[in-house]
């Protein structure tokens, strides 16, 4: 049971990470996903690919560190084709896109394409001891095919879309296989769905790779994931993975995490798993993306999806959710009565970071409405203080004094929640994190708030 740490955006900083890994392992996580991108310490010729807030390789070490000592084994993920745009937006790595225009996919054509891989890969494993899994992505490789030097590909008889991708993830796991034979890589299974059992048997990518068959909805089809999972095993693909998810997967910018939408989808992968042969199983990864992709925005913080993350832990371990399970979740959370269907879950916990979602929780729900109510169904501010009498500054000063008051207690009183909030998440994550989250959520509406205040003086 991996826990996917997607640090492409808000990435905690190390000492919260240490933190949580024992509350991980206690809710029945045996190991993590990483999923590094621009965080990983990258140096010589791939330094651009490091971000300013990227962990140090002591940072790194000791976190590695911590989560082998709570017997959390860790596999990195690399993405190797789809969503590199933290490589090819650079323009140092501009002339290895697939389409010249988008940075989302390698060109598989090139010698070069496939050194930088190999150049990420070492770099990565070299932080790494004793590692079973290596994950190289793989997935949404969009465009495919539709580069010049793909095209001339094409035109060759028995030259498909679907040999040229496997050639591709054939080449990185074999590059993983010949540097580091104690390793098997895995990959994302969406382009290999379609594929036919012939095409995927005839590649060689099956002795190569073990697949993650990934659905994050909350009704998934249970039957067709059964006949794939016998497609995969026919093809010769030793083993499958799964990948659930405990959030990031119910919107784009969603801020707060619906926990019984994350259950089923944890539920339904128990009834797949049921149906599984014991023996064709290696684990199951429970996703928590931070961003859809490099150029998104954030979703859902870490802290405030570790209810929902423990629930779905909770299940796994204890095959379903129960009265119980849901007592033994809130003694581990320290949460006195833990809601899954509403996102208010009212009882404060003590885990790390639960004062995070406690703000984020007020900021979502009442910040926009509150402010709302008070600029557009106020009859004071939407008779006597239009935008028209604001230009202007004309006000009388008799409707001033009913809403003044109001307008500045609003103000003074969401001041010192956001102020609370940046406080919570200083401790946790990095400035760039904290403003782009304030930027998407907050200041929209409390800087319409504080303009209408400020007016409101020059009147």
């Known amino acids: 049971r991996l826990v996917h740490l997607d640090l492409k955006g808000a990435a905690p900083r190390a000492p919260y990470l240490e933190q949580v890994l024992p509350l991980f392992r206690a809710l029945g996580a045996t190991g993590l996903l990483l999923e590094y991108e621009d965080t990983f310490p990258y140096t010589g010729p791939l330094e651009p690919l490091r971000a300013a807030h990227a962990y140090s390789p002591a940072e790194l070490r ?27 937006k650079h323009r140092e790595f501009a002339h290895l896109r697939e389409v ?4 989302n996919a390698l060109n598989p054509h090139k010698e070069e394409s496939l050194a930088l891989v190999k150049a990420m890969i070492d770099q990565v494993m070299a932080l790494h001891e004793g ?23 094409l035109q060759q008889p028995d030259n498909t879309p679907e040999k040229l991708c496997l050639a591709h993830i054939k080449a990185v796991a074999t590059c993983v296989a010949s540097s580091y034979p104690r390793v098997t890589p895995i990959v994302w299974d969406d382009m290999l769905r379609g594929m036919s059992e012939e095409t995927l048997a005839e590649s060689g990518v099956p002795q190569l790779v073990q697949p993650m068959i990934w659905d994050y909805a ?8 059964v006949q794939l999972i016998e497609k995969y095993r026919r093809c010769g693909f030793s083993k499958v993975w799964f990948a659930s998810a405990f959030k990031g997967a119910t919107g784009v910018n969603q801020s707060l995490t619906l926990i019984g939408h994350h259950l089923k989808n944890h539920l339904e992968w128990l009834e797949v798993a049921s149906r599984t042969p014991p023996n064709a199983l290696e684990g199951i990864a429970l996703t928590g993306w931070q961003r859809y992709d490099h150029f998104s925005v954030l979703c859902e913080l870490l802290p405030v999806a570790i209810p929902s993350l423990a629930v779905c832990l909770q299940a796994l371990e204890n095959g379903g959710y129960s009265e119980k399970v849901k007592e033994n979740v809130e003694k ?9 269907d509403t996102y208010m879950s009212t009882s404060v916990g003590t885990f790390p970071g639960s004062n995070i979602l406690t703000l984020v929780t007020q900021v979502s729900f009442y910040l926009k409405s509150s402010v709302d109510e008070l600029l557009e169904r106020n009859r004071y501010v939407t008779g006597w203080f239009s935008p028209y009498h604001r230009k202007r500054k004309i006000i009388h000063p008799i409707i001033m004094h009913l809403f003044q008051p109001d307008a500045v207690s609003l103000l003074s009183k969401w001041n010192a929640v956001v102020q609370d909030l940046q406080a919570a998440m200083e401790q946790v994550f990095h400035q760039c994190a904290i403003e782009e989250w304030m930027e998407e959520n907050v200041h929209p509406s409390l800087q319409k708030l504080q303009q209408v205040v400020d007016d409101l003086d020059e009147a």
């Open 100 to 103: 010249p225009a988008l940075p």
């Open 131 to 153: 590692l079973e899994w290596f994950h190289i992505g793989c997935d949404e490789v969009y465009y495919l095919g539709e580069g010049e030097e793909s095209k001339q590909w």
């Open 218 to 225: 909350a009704d998934l089809d249970v039957e067709g994931k």
């Open 62 to 88: 000791a976190v590695l560190s911590r989560a082998r000592a709570q017997g959390l084994g860790v596999v990195p993920l690399v993405q190797s084709f789809g969503h590199m745009e933290f490589v090819l």
């Open 332 to 340: 581990l959370l320290g949460m006195s009565n833990l809601e899954i």
